[in-house]
């Protein structure tokens, strides 16, 4: 199931639909200042793109503006003081001649918003007409261009460096954290989505035997809206699953799957060892999962999720810190849990 990222469309100012009358003015120059055969300005409609020089079949009249504006400022006014639970999208649409309003809110709540009480009669007449479509409106995300509340399996970035967010924890008193591996970024360090669109939050409590002398290889970014969510398919995927428990994994199982932002979402994963160790240029860990099998994570995926999965539902094992030779290795959630004291953020 794909779980909408609510987008403040309702708070879409009147000027999002576009009724503005087509400039006739001096089509503008070409940076170049170059000519058409003629000696005219060179390119479609004498310097007006194809869009600009094409004759609009219909607008809005100022009564259906001065409706559909009536609309959208009670729903920026809803949204405002009831938060994003619900989205919206509402425009005129020429071709039927009605407001269209398409959300994902209960009856109730679109009745009260499209209701013709307070508008002239003029007005009122094209709001009667209001058509409601049923849909839930997304932002525009993907795996590699994630947005609050973050998902596990996305791509972070600091410094130019690349790994993967795991899968979201909370304390005692339910601040929210996102696990990553502990060699990606230091102490303090502002984490942004790959994309370097968003802050995705700080570092904090990062454990790595060249850091802190432990076995481990952990940390936790915080400061912002993280979900119980991990990133499903390929790596600009905008789908997900839900996270429905956490736990240890179990040796000789052989569907375990990962998800990370350079190879996307991959399963068929042995679990060889649950109890291995690994030494690399930043120490030795241990216990880690040891696995193998499938298409295994490569550079860049590290800190992403390791999980098991039925349809959509998801159970959090670890995540991803090492690789090569074809054989893999994760820290285990229940370390990370025993480390910091958090229990898993369910989706």
């Known amino acids: 199931m794909l779980v909408t990222k609510r987008a403040l469309i309702g708070a879409v100012v009147a000027a999002t639909v576009a009724f503005a009358t087509l400039g006739t003015g001096a089509a503008q120059a070409a940076p170049d200042g170059g000519k058409g055969k003629d000696g ?65 809110a209960p009856d109730a709540v679109v009745s009260s918003l499209t209701s013709t009480s307070g508008m ?12 409601v479509k049923r849909t839930a409106i997304d932002d525009a995300w993907s795996r590699r261009d994630d947005v609050p509340s973050y998902y596990g399996g996305g791509g972070i970035t600091q410094g130019g460096g690349l790994c993967s967010s795991g899968y979201a924890v909370q304390n005692g008193v339910g601040t929210r954290f996102m696990v990553t591996a502990g060699h990606c970024y230091a102490d303090g360090a502002t984490v942004l989505t ?16 060249s850091v802190t002398g432990g076995a481990q290889d952990m940390e936790l970014i915080g400061g912002q809206l993280y979900s119980g969510r991990v990133f499903l398919g390929g790596v600009t995927s905008t789908t997900s699953g ?106």
């Open 40 to 104: 005219g300005p060179a390119g479609v409609g004498a310097g007006r793109a194809p869009d600009q020089a094409a004759k609009p079949k219909a607008t809005a009249s100022p009564t259906a503006k001065s409706a559909l504006a009536a609309i959208q400022k009670r729903i920026a006014g809803y949204v405002a003081k009831n938060g994003t639970d619900y989205s919206f999208g509402s425009y005129f649409d020429a071709r039927t001649g009605k407001i269209v309003v398409e959300t994902d």
């Open 242 to 347: 839900r996270v429905v428990g956490a736990g240890a994994a179990f040796e000789g199982f052989a569907d375990y799957c990962t998800s990370g932002r350079t190879t996307g979402e991959n399963c068929g994963h042995t679990a060889v060892d649950i109890d291995g160790q690994v030494c690399t240029a930043s120490g030795c860990k241990s216990p880690v999962i040891v696995y193998n099998g499938g298409t295994l994570p490569q550079g860049g995926d590290s800190g992403g999720a390791f999980y098991v999965k039925t349809g959509t539902d998801l159970w959090i094992r670890g995540h991803h810190i090492a690789g090569g030779g074809g054989t893999s290795y994760a820290t285990p959630f229940v370390e990370t849990q025993a480390a910091y004291g958090i229990s898993i953020v369910l989706g």
């Open 194 to 209: 790959e994309s370097g669109a968003n802050t995705y939050g700080t570092v904090s409590n990062r454990r790595l035997p």
């Open 120 to 131: 002239s009669t003029a007005q009122a007449g094209v709001a009667t007409l209001t058509q």
